[in-house]
């Protein structure tokens, strides 16, 4: 607990430095650039415009089930091309 505010909890381990948010990021900027064009469109939808499934079925032009798989598979890829981009350094 923050003394001088009771009601605020401390972080318990150290909040990192602003250049390892940095280097995340462009591991992130640099996986999502090996993925197909259609796994980036559905997690732009879903996760960086903060659509629904239903939103991004109609924005995508595809069927709800699709946008599902489509997301599944999507992250399944970005962990992977992060690893692979994490050994490679």
Known sequence: ???QHPNRRVPEQ???????HV????????????????????LRECYFRGSSVAQAAHALGIAPGTVKSRTYYALRALLLAI???RDLE
């Open 1 to 3: 607990m923050d003394p």
């Open 23 to 42: 280097v995340n990021r462009n591991l992130v900027v640099a996986a999502l650039g090996r993925l197909t064009q259609e796994h980036r469109d559905v």
């Open 83 to 85: 690893e692979e981009l």
């Open 14 to 20: 150290p909040i990192g430095d602003a250049s390892e």
